[in-house]
């Protein structure tokens, strides 16, 4: 057994000689010697920009304002919609639906871009409109210019236009001016006093005086036919004053 | 050749004496009507006598003694002597007549008519004649037969010839009227229509059927058509019918207003109101066709029924509000030299120029609270003479073509109903009866 020994010494002596020439077989070369530092100018900054929206969230219609802030910036864009702008400042804006401003800020250190979102709520569409009511017949149309267009009235002999009935004629003037297109005739009348034909001619100029009045008024002439009954319309036949006063008057028929 | 000679130095008469024999006549005066000055010669008119008792005979003899006797009456040129001072008898023929009868006081009359009818073939004849009771030597004044059909229509054309014949002679020359007419509108059928009747009412017929409403009547000089005031179109327009065939002839349509016609004495043009070119009513004259209209007057105002002098047709009356009130005014027919006639206030409308240019009628209405009267203004002395009284309105006076009478619209029993007088404002009749009855107007004389 002892010889054995021997003879494994031998053997250790020969792994570790062989394992120590092997790990220095490839030595690392020296490293090159650091180039020597050049005496340049500072470089500039680089520019940097902040964006706000506030606030991050509106209902359609509501307001937002960006708010921004730059530095080392030659020039400062926002897009979209608001373009160049000073270094610093803020903005009212509408959007109409959700957008990303972005603002870019350039300038000789470089370029810097910040971002801002805006969340716009577009309210629910309304409910559909009811269908809209059928067009009312033209027979409404007579029921309204009979309820609205009132008679004009005269005094005795007369055919100017007396001032208490000047409210009167002007709410006409309105009714037929918002009622365009119809055309309509004013009927001159009188009371059964006086000779009947000169009668013919006052009602005659007292339907005139109102189609005058009305054209004056802004509507137009030439839906306008005029003519005169004279007395041979009246309203009633009582000799009082009441009914010759109800006589002594102008009225409006819509033309068919 | 006797009777031609009477006729002719009774005419001479007249002229020589003015108005008319009547008023040289010296024999006791009965003054007729509520007005003095009106006295006629005296005439006594028996019965005329039916030749045959069959009903028909008797009715139209009645009618034609009835229509005769009227039309004398009404004629302002006789008076008659009433039947109840006449002799008893039968006075058919010549040989009934005993002038001294006729002539004694209770009586008096310088003039009988008399004589008898009888039909046969379908047509009646009136034997007729006038006697002057004063002259002896040459008593037969008018001796003629007179036919027609035998209808009451025939019984009183024959009747009114008769009638005119007498006032002709009786009355210087001047034709009487009996066989004229009045254009009038009546409301009678529910809507206002032209009407035409004889002078004295009967006989009416409506010409339209617009059922609408239709004014002012006026007749061509000729008698033959008549222009009035439609509104059939919804708007005041002239029209003109045939009163013979009611044929239409055309008008052009103006535009605005367009009424009271009135044609020229000529018959070539109409003078009418319109509001064609503005906001009142201008006096315009045009061809009776409506072409080549020119306008006379230039005012802010009603200017309105137009009516030409008719005897020289050189000037033109019409009514005005341009002083504040309607008042009457004439022009020349040109348009110019226009001038205010009843300067008294009040309201003056309707004129009617008298057929001799001398006169013009209207209706006066003196303060705002009075009634309408008619009135005769004398150009001449610009006096204005007052033939009604109240007791409603009485407008709208038109002239006979013998200048003797007026008829008009009165309102006196309640509704307008058409009436005739004497220029003087005497003998008044009623017309119309039937509905409400306006604006007559007079036809010339008609071609018979």
Known sequence: ?256 | MMKKIFALSLVAAAITCGRGLYARVQTPQIQTGTRSGVIGVKIAVPEFQPLGADAKTLQLTELFNKVLWDDLDYSGVVTLVSRSFYPVGKFSGPENIKPDDWTAPAIDAQFIAFGNARLDGGRITVEARLWDLKRPDNREAIGKRYGSTDTEEGARLIAHQFADAIVELIGGGIKGVSLTKLAYISDRSGAKELYVMDYDGSESHALTNERSIVLTPAWSPDGEKIAFTSFKLNQANIEILSRIDRKPYNFDRQGGTTTTPVWSPDGSMIAYATSRDGSDTEIYVADWNGKNPKRLTVSKSVDISPFWNPRTGREIAFVSDRSGTAQIYIMDAEGTNVRRIIMDGGTAVNPAWSPDGQRIAFAWQKSRTSYFDIYVHDLATGRNDQMTQSAGDNERPTWSPDGRHLAFESTRNGSSQIYSMLADGTKVRQLTQSGKNQGPAWSGYLGQ
């Open chain 1, 1 to 256: 057994m002892t010889t054995f020994r021997f003879k494994n010494v031998r053997l250790l002596f020969l792994v570790l000689s062989a394992l120590f020439a092997f790990s220095c077989k490839h030595p690392t070369p020296p490293p090159p010697p650091a180039p020597a530092p050049i005496a340049a100018p500072v470089p500039p900054p680089a520019p940097t920009i902040t964006l706000r929206a506030n606030p991050a969230t509106v209902e359609r219609g509501q307001p937002v304002t960006l708010t921004w802030e730059a530095r080392n910036a030659a020039n400062v864009q926002i897009d979209p919609g608001v373009g160049a702008v000073m270094a610093t400042g803020n903005r009212m804006l509408n959007p109409t639906s959700s957008v990303t401003y972005t603002a870019k800020a350039t300038g000789p250190g470089g370029e810097a871009t910040d971002t801002a979102r805006v969340t716009v709520n577009i309210p629910p569409p309304p409910a559909p409109a009811p269908p809209a009511p059928p067009k009312p017949p033209d027979v409404n149309i007579s029921e309204l210019f009979r309820r609205d267009v009132k008679d004009i009235l005269f005094d005795y002999d007369k055919s100017d236009i007396r001032p208490s009935e000047v409210s009167k004629l002007q709410a006409n003037a309105a009714f037929l001016k918002e009622h365009a297109n119809l055309r309509f005739t004013i009927d001159g009348n009188t009371d059964e006093r006086g000779s009947q034909e000169y009668n013919l001619g006052l009602g005659d100029r007292r339907a005139n005086a109102v189609k005058e009045f009305l054209v004056m008024q802004g509507v137009n002439g030439n839906r306008v036919n005029t003519v005169s009954y004279g007395e041979e319309r009246p309203a009633c036949h009582e000799p009082t004053e009441d009914c010759y006063q109800r006589n002594r008057r102008a009225g409006f028929t819509p033309n068919p």
